[in-house]
């Protein structure tokens, strides 16, 4: 969590300040917007962890497209962000301004949240990071800043209509979807683990009289605390819960759902090992309910407006604003 605290620093950290313009000596200029400048150190800071995920699953031209991609979209996003900065500096002309005990409770509650409530290990991670205290306020400022900004430039009165709702349902149903299910128990024999029973001939045995013990009435659960050798779940009884049908392997999988509640399957033998399965209830597929989730759709719906009102503003800015990307 300390880590990711000083990314989010360090991701922030030089955009429109008089630091970035001593950066840009040193690294160059991604971008200009209007009289202030994106740095190719606020580019790598912003991407680094992404990039090096990237890396790892990438490589040769494919991988150099993914990077290209990458910092093209960080770039933008530090536009957009220099913009609403920009904007900002306006309304403080007209006597705007952020207060500093808000500045001093969003610290207080990073302190609280992510490092514990530890003041002095707050301190000195920031320190060991080459930043200051101060430094550290004046970018919480800005971040708030511009969260302050977005909300702003939104009308918060939108309406969706049943219509909407509707069809965003029709469209979205899978996402209201509850797969089949079976609740299992398993016991779970392996060749070559005890040193009681030499051979696989003995160890298909084995599950054979296990088997046939069940099917006489002896309780399943006991069955698999007594024999089982999945250590998972011997303790438990050989309780699995509720799975779906891409939890278990294949030949698993069908005997699985195959079988009634309360069914147990035969002997099931895959590679060196053998299973004695047991349904204890099914759950049917099923899709919730417009009504079920008419609320959860709407507040989906009225964030999507906020988002594209959002952009819209962004867009505006953009047009009025000189922007040359040089990377």
Request: glycine content about 6%; proline content about 2%; hydrophobic content about 40%.
């Amino acid at each position: 969590m300390i880590r990711i605290a000083v990314f989010s620093v360090l991701a922030l950290a030089f955009a429109g300040s008089a630091l970035a313009q001593r950066v840009e000596v040193i690294d160059g200029i991604a971008a200009i917007v209007n009289n202030d400048v994106v740095t190719f150190s606020q580019v790598r800071e912003l991407v680094g962890a992404r990039e090096r995920s990237l890396r790892e699953i990438y490589s040769g031209t494919e991988l150099e497209n993914k990077l290209k991609e990458m910092r093209l979209s960080a770039i933008k996003d530090l536009i957009d962000r220099q913009l609403i900065l920009q904007e900002f500096k306006k309304l403080q002309e007209k006597g705007a301004s952020i207060p500093d005990y808000i500045v001093d409770d969003r610290v207080q509650a990073i302190i609280r949240q992510e490092f514990g409530g530890d003041r002095s290990a707050f301190v000195r991670t920031l320190q060991a990071q080459g930043f200051t205290l101060t430094r550290f306020k004046e970018i919480e400022r800005e971040k708030i800043v511009i969260q302050a900004m977005r909300q702003s430039k939104v009308d918060n009165n939108f309406v969706i209509s049943p219509t909407q709702i509707q069809a965003y349902y029709d469209k979205n149903k899978q996402a209201y979807a509850t797969p089949e299910q079976v609740k299992l128990r398993m016991i779970v024999i392996r060749e070559g683990t005890s040193g009681d029973i030499p051979d696989a001939g003995s160890k298909r045995e084995l599950a054979e009289e296990i088997r046939e013990k069940v099917a006489k009435g002896a309780e399943f659960d006991r069955m698999a605390q007594m024999y089982s050798e999945d250590e998972t779940t011997q303790q438990v009884g050989g309780d699995w819960g509720w799975v779906e049908r891409n939890t278990l392997n294949e030949k698993l999988t069908n005997v699985a759902f195959s079988l009634r509640p309360g069914e147990v399957s035969p002997v099931i033998s895959i590679e060196n090992t053998y299973y004695i399965v047991m349904v204890e209830a099914k759950r049917n597929a099923t899709i919730k309910p417009i009504g079920d989730v008419r609320d959860e759709i709407e507040r989906n719906l009225i964030q999507q407006e906020r988002t594209k009102a959002q952009q819209r503003w962004i867009d505006t800015l953009r047009q009025k604003a000189y922007i040359k990307i040089l990377s």
